[in-house]
């Protein structure tokens, strides 16, 4: 298993602005990921971020509006920029541990509201 | 792309087995099945993951016919703590191929005493 962290844990924005959410792991994974959930809603996959090259985005996603940095096999970042009221839900990251299955492990999540 | 299915909630009584099923008519060769839990203002948390036949560990057990078209998460003798949702994800992490994680629409599990 690994143990993840996300900061902030929550946070109000006001539209327009961008948030950073960062996401650690106390041990070097293969694969990180970012999704998002809407209140009562299912999770639904942003992107893959790959480390040391470009994220990986699902259909409805796009750099400009989540950059993605992965700069070791410990730690990424998403950015939600430019937001609006719609931006706001809950940011989790996920992992896959090195030398596991295929299963995965999930962040606290950072709830974000855009005002 | 597969795309599951399941009942969005269920009742239960303390002590007995649920069983949860997810269709998934168009699962992939290479896609796994797996389960999570999330209870509310936490991130899922992973339960139990098959590909085909039956796995089972200290928490639950998990079902898949030969078609592998639906599975079924079995959780024997359920408590109040059991009260959360439950998703089915079919596919597989790949590394630099996109990803193809499809996570169902979760159930709501609610026990009651």
């Known amino acids: 298993s690994a143990v993840i962290s996300q900061k902030p844990s929550r946070d109000i924005c006001q539209r327009g602005t961008s948030l950073t959410i960062q996401c650690q792991v106390d041990?070097?994974?293969?694969?990180m990921f970012w999704y998002r959930q809407q209140p009562g809603q299912s999770l639904t996959l942003i992107a893959t971020?790959?480390?040391?090259?470009?994220?990986?985005?699902e259909s409805g996603f796009v750099i400009d509006k989540f950059p993605i940095s992965r700069p070791n096999l410990t730690f990424s970042t998403l950015t939600v920029s430019n937001m609006s009221p719609e931006d706001s839900s809950i940011y989790l990251c996920s992992v896959v541990p090195a030398g596991g299955g295929y299963e995965q492990y999930f962040g606290p999540g950072t709830r974000l509201t855009v005002t | 792309l597969a795309k599951t299915t399941q009942p969005i909630s269920m009742d239960s009584y303390e002590g007995q087995e649920v069983n949860i099923t997810c269709s998934h008519n168009n699962i992939a060769t290479n896609d796994y099945i797996t389960w999570y839990q999330q209870f509310p203002s936490q991130g899922p948390r992973f339960i139990i993951q098959?590909?085909?036949t039956k796995v089972t560990n200290e928490v639950a057990s998990l079902f898949i016919p030969a078609d592998r078209k639906s599975s079924t998460l079995s959780l024997p003798r359920v408590s109040l703590s059991d009260t959360a949702v439950y998703y089915c994800l079919v596919g597989a992490p790949r590394n630099n191929a996109g990803n193809m994680l499809t996570f169902g629409g979760g159930t709501r599990l609610m026990v009651k005493p």
């Open positions: 041990s070097q994974v293969t694969m």
């Open positions: 098959g590909y085909k």
């Open positions: 971020a790959n480390q040391g090259s470009e994220a990986t985005y």
